[in-house]
């Protein structure tokens, strides 16, 4: 599998946990990548972890979040 297919892949599962209405909830980077919490606000869903394990991947995300940062202000 190429490195953009592995982004691709995990960027897929990063965009079909927000359009079921998760955020990020939290991020912890490790030498083994970036492990990324997603919540819900209905309880029953939960919370929902990811590790991403592409640069492209955890640089995403970072840039979704400081997106919605920008828009909150």
Not at 24 to 44: C, H
Request: hydrophobic residues 40%; proline residues 1%; without cysteine.
């Amino acid at each position: 599998m190429s490195a953009y297919d592995e982004f691709a892949k995990e960027k897929q599962e990063i965009d079909a946990l927000l359009d079921q209405g998760y955020t990020v909830t939290g991020m912890l980077e490790t030498l083994d990548g970036a492990k990324v919490k997603f919540g819900s606000g209905e309880p029953a869903k939960g919370s929902v972890e990811l590790l991403l394990l592409t640069a492209d991947a955890r640089k995403y995300v970072t840039t979704l979040v400081f997106a919605g940062l920008q828009k909150a202000q």
